[in-house]
């Protein structure tokens, strides 16, 4: 990134390089953290970054490694600067790098300002709780799971799961009731995946005309490794500077950010870091955290800042580190499943697995419909307790089953066949999800209901609702 | 004055430093970022910052205070969003806007306004640390005590009546040729432990509403329980319930390490929601301190102690104060980064090896006390702590180093969460050692607490037990008697045990109608074994319509129970548990 192409000290002496660090003279004046250019005797320029600094030594990491650096003939320069972002509302529609350089062909931005990638926390007393129900027509997170404005929710999936193709389909779908006009948003960014990943993501943004209010930060799987440290952090940055600057509702999209965690992984292995659990470092879960932390609403701002991160849970395990450890952090979170994606079943979403901590606050009367608390209660219960009977039906065989646990373990497929599965192209109303859940319900005895208050046994349970029409 | 030797990260290094303390606050640069100062070597301090040290650079100054880590205490408190070093946060929003920016400052007590000083003693009186000397309201539920600082001693020269700043002299206090002057506000060294006259067990019933823990597994006055659980168990609502409901005068919520939208949500429901023994607004008895996971990790190790120094200082008053933690594990992380970048030997993990010694020091602070200096009073500090296991794994250093520590654990369960079984406590697994502490509470009570417990628990035990078989024959092929348990079972877990915080109603249940409604389920459970054995089938047990009346139990507000109770009683007993009243 151009910011200043003036370098304000440039040190020499070279002491020692081992790994990707290279152990300097004290360079007087540099910051700490700051982006340095190490130029080596043949020319080439690679980038790093002051790791720790003191009077007697600067020990500077260089990305993508050290061979090719020589004591003598290598220079550090430091241009006194952290790595920042240049914005203006021209970045919209606009694709770049991970190290924030456009990257479409089109002229480069004229900046009105320029932003730190890291960005401030918000002060706690000055978040508003997020309470707006985004609809994205899929039953299984509207009805169960539902997305609000300002919430972070992560989907867990697994190599070769669908979920480029259900994040597709919340981009395309997803809506908000609001009578108010409002501005919307998308910043997309992609770490260290596949160019045809990155490319299905653009050209579906492309075919729906969303391009034009959307900003792509693109670090492809042959893109240097370090730049998958920066892509998620500029691409907040953006979606910062829309919601809180620009009033927009912005979406971020963060994929894959399992290759994220194992650049971080990789650099403080490089850095001799006491490795915690798996080899990943101790301070995993704060680095993770301050960049999830920056969705939000915030008093007195129109915009919203919503962050829905990828990632694929390396060998299907939710407790490795990185699932983990993201869990701990977000709001939630919709896991995919490959037992149902094995039954053809789409969105493969395991409903149990899968978590809204920010619902509540989303659905209800006005909201989404005034039963959606109790119906989705009674939806988890019927199905928690048919698959317990499947469980239990593959040793004793279903027909050692009573009659009404028979109910139940049909009513488990209907669910999966009816309530989950639904088309790629297909967008439902919330309505329509809750209906779908009555109908459902209609199989069942009804004094088993015991999750839903009266009144609403009596105004949407079927055989009731179609006489009072 | 100092100057910058070294950054790397948290850690930084301070030259020309002869003269500092170990545990001195320090300010570090333009911006006057806050540091502490944890080790002294020659003219070299090691500090750690407790902010962002992103793009300091070499020989920035390094000043020191003369100060070490100390909370103010004194009216203003109550009612208060503070970070991990006690500043306000609501003063931030108002001095930098919406975003945090490093090095800002604000007192933890506004220094413009006056509380009304009543005072209690007069002139000539004999004065010693801890001795109330006069009251301010402070809210309409608290009234705060102020009393003298522990070290002064003397007589009183003059005691004022009237508005007073928390700067201004209320008092004065003469021994010998010294006079000190007493104000509404102090301050006290947050790692050290605030004194008392003598230290008591744990005792009475600390009511949180939950029935889980009030029957099953409570937790006494002074006492100190953990929470452990994997992601998404319900940790948080959980500990928030407790701050919300807790029948004590004064509650005090750590956000340690967690999100910022979970504090939004507490800190906007706490300005609407009423405490149900006073009615008035939760907001009038709480201390928040918000350290969410994206502020300096440092402070989170602040932020502990803050909030427990805040939490003695009321108990010193007489007060019964919860202190409740989320999490602990966040604040263990905080010192296991301090630990190596100061390059010392890790211990299991990667924690340094005084986590475990640390953590004690934490909870050891919780108890019930008699309080120093007169008039009597006894005073007690619970303390609870949500722990953040890795993969849900409780062998895991954090935990395991709790557990040892605390006499109550909740566990909870990842597999009662995905089936959506809140609070998914396990009454397998869980455990408190306050059983007898509370004994003379129930004793008074609720008499038949004890045996209704223990036949609540076996019940359960059983099912565990029956579950295997279930497994290999299948739930019909169990005899009757072990289908009549098994439904007794489920109705203990989902109409008792299960207890929404969402739910109007039930989000608070006194311990009066638990007792009501579990005494209930084990009647139901008399009659029906009385049934069966007169050769009523369990189909027709299993149908009746008690069994749905039993599950709607939750749903009859606090205030009424008893009343309503009594007709659903009266029903069971009259035989009308076989559906459309056919008793054998
Ligand atoms: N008592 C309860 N009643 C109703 N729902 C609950 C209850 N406890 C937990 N839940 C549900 O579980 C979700 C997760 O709970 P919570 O946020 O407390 O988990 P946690 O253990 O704190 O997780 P983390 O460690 O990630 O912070 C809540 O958002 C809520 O939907
Ligand atoms: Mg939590």
């Not at chain 1, 066949?417 to 109303?429: H, M, N, V, Y």
């Not at chain 2, 413009?112 to 004065?127: E, L, N, Y």
């Not at chain 2, 390490?257 to 507490?266: C, F, I, K, L, Y």
């Not at chain 2, 602040?302 to 202190?323: C, H, K, N, P």
């Amino acid at each position: 990134m151009n910011i200043s192409s003036l370098y304000i000290k440039e040190g020499r002496a070279i002491n020692r390089a081992k790994g990707s660090l290279l152990i300097a003279e004290s360079i007087p004046g540099i910051k700490f953290n700051e982006i340095v250019d190490v130029q080596l005797s043949n020319g080439e320029i690679k980038s790093g970054q002051a790791i720790d600094i003191s009077e007697e030594a600067t020990v500077v990491q260089v990305f993508g490694g050290v061979s090719g650096v020589d004591l003598i003939g290598s220079k550090i320069r430091c241009k006194g600067e952290t790595l920042k972002l240049p914005v203006s509302t021209d970045i919209l529609g606009r694709i770049f790098n991970g190290m924030g350089d456009s990257i479409d062909g089109a002229p480069p931005i004229v900046p009105d300002g320029y932003l730190d990638i890291n960005g401030q926390p918000i002060n706690p007393a000055s978040r508003q709780p997020p309470a707006e129900f985004i609809e994205t027509g899929i039953s299984a997170i509207d009805g169960l799971n539902a997305l609000v404005r300002g919430q972070k929710l992560p989907i867990f999936s697994g190599s070769g799961l669908p979920h480029n193709r259900i994040a597709a389909q919340i981009i395309r779908q997803a809506t908000v009731k609001s009578k108010k006009e409002e501005k919307f948003a998308l910043v997309f960014g992609a770490i260290g995946i596949s160019y045809d990943d990155a490319s299905f993501f653009i050209r579906n943004l492309e075919r729906t005309g969303a391009l034009d209010r959307t900003i792509a930060f693109i670090n492809t799987a042959s893109d240097p490794v370090i730049e998958r440290i920066s892509t998620p952090r500029l691409a907040l940055t953006a979606a910062e500077y829309l919601a809180w600057e620009q009033d927009m509702h912005v979406l971020v999209i963060l994929t894959d950010m399992t290759n994220y965690c194992e650049a971080l992984r990789e650099l403080s292995s490089m850095r001799e870091e006491i490795p915690s659990r798996r080899g990943y470092p101790g301070y995993m879960y704060t680095d993770l955290a301050t960049m999830y932390e920056r969705a939000g609403r915030i008093m007195g701002k129109k915009g919203s800042l919503t962050i829905m991160p990828i990632l694929t849970m390396p060998d299907d395990d939710i407790t490795h580190p990185i699932p983990d450890l993201t869990g701990y952090i977000t709001e939630g979170q919709i896991v995919l499943s490959r037992n149902l994606e094995r039954k053809g079943i789409y969105p493969p979403i395991d409903v149990f697995l899968s978590l809204s901590r920010m619902m509540k606050e989303g659905i209800g009367p006005d909201k989404t419909r005034e039963d959606h608390n109790n119906a989705f209660m009674q939806s988890y219960a019927a199905y928690a307790e048919g698959c317990y009977l499947r469980e239990i039906s593959t040793i004793i065989g279903a027909e050692a089953l009573g009659e009404r646990d028979k109910i139940y373990l049909t009513n488990a497929d209907k669910f999966e066949s009816e309530f989950i599965a639904q088309g790629e192209l297909e967008k439902r109303s919330v309505e329509g999800t809750l209906d779908i859940a009555w109908s459902l319900f209609s199989v069942l005895p009804e004094e088993d209901l015991k999750l839903i208050s009266e009144k609403f046994i009596k105004k949407y349970l079927p055989k009731y609702s179609k006489k009072q029409t | 004055m100092g100057k910058i030797w070294r950054v790397s990260g948290p850690l930084i290094i301070a030259d020309n430093m002869k003269g500092s303390q170990v545990y001195e606050i320090v300010e570090i640069g333009k911006e006057g970022i806050v540091g502490e100062i944890i080790g002294l070597e020659r003219n070299k301090a090691i500090i750690q910052a407790h902010e962002d040290t992103l793009g300091l650079k070499t020989g920035e100054t390094v000043r020191g205070t003369g100060k070490i880590l100390s909370a103010e205490l004194g009216p203003g408190l109550v009612g208060s969003i503070y970070d991990g070093l006690q500043k306000s946060l609501l003063t931030l929003v108002e001095n930098t806007g919406s975003f945090i920016k490093r090095g800002a400052k604000a007192y933890a007590l506004p220094r413009d306004k006056k509380w009304q000083f009543s005072p209690t003693a007069k002139v000539g009186d004999p004065v010693s640390g801890g001795d109330i000397i006069g009251t301010v309201p402070e809210t309409n539920l608290i009234e705060h005590k102020i009393m003298v600082p522990a070290g002064i001693k003397g007589n009183i020269r003059e005691i004022r009546k009237g508005d007073f700043t928390v700067e201004e002299p209320i008092a004065w206090v003469e021994h010998k040729n010294e006079v000190n002057e007493l104000k509404l506000m102090q301050e006290w060294p947050v790692r050290k432990p605030r004194p008392y006259k003598q230290r008591l067990d744990p005792s009475g019933l600390l009511t949180t509403g939950m029935r889980i823990i009030d029957y099953m597994f409570p937790l006494a006055l002074g006492g100190k329980a953990a929470m452990p659980g994997g992601f998404g168990t319900g940790k948080t609502v959980a500990q928030q319930q407790l701050v919300r409901w807790a029948q004590t005068q004064l509650n005090i919520y750590i956000g340690c390490g967690e999100r910022g939208n979970e504090m939004a949500d507490v800190l906007h429901s706490f300005r609407k929601l009423n405490d149900p023994s006073t009615g008035r607004l939760l907001q009038e008895k709480e201390i928040f301190i918000a350290n969410t996971s994206n502020m300096p990790v440092v402070a989170r190790e602040a932020s502990i102690f803050v909030g427990v120094t805040m939490g003695e200082y009321f108990r010193d008053m007489g007060y019964d104060i919860l202190l409740v933690a989320d999490s602990t594990s966040r604040w263990a992380e905080a010192m296991r980064e301090m630990g190596g970048r100061l390059e010392e030997m890790p211990g299991e993990e990667g924690f340094p090896s005084y986590m475990g010694s640390r953590l004690s020091s934490f909870y050891e602070r919780a108890g019930m006390v008699n309080c120093l200096g007169s008039p009597k009073r006894k005073g007690s500090l619970t303390i609870t702590g949500a722990v953040s296991p890795p993969g849900a794994d409780f062998s895991e250093p954090v935990t395991q180093n709790t557990i040892r520590i605390v006499d109550a654990l909740y566990a909870l369960d990842v597999s009662l969460a995905n089936k959506r079984h809140f609070p998914a406590i396990s009454w397998l697994t869980s455990y408190s050692l306050y059983v007898d502490a509370v004994m003379d509470w129930w004793d008074k009570n609720d008499p038949g607490w004890h045996n209704t417990r223990a036949i609540a628990l076996r019940v359960l035990q059983q099912e565990a037990e029956l579950e295997e078989i279930v497994r290999l024959v299948g739930p019909e092929a169990l005899p009757e008697g072990d289908k009549l348990l098994l439904l007794v079972a489920k109705m203990i877990r989902e109409d008792f045990l299960q207890q929404s915080a969402y739910h109007e109603v039930d989000t608070y249940c006194t311990p009066a109608k638990a007792g009501l409604m579990l005494k209930t389920i084990i009647r139901f459970y008399e009659l029906s074994q009385e049934m069966l054995n007169s050769g009523t089938g369990i189909e027709n047990i299993r149908s009746s319509p008690m069994v749905y009346k039993i599950s709607r139990m939750k749903d009859i507000p606090n205030e009424t129970f008893e009343r309503q109770i009594k007709e659903l009683w009266l029903e069971m007993e009259k035989g009308l548990i076989v559906h459309k009243g056919g008793v054998s």
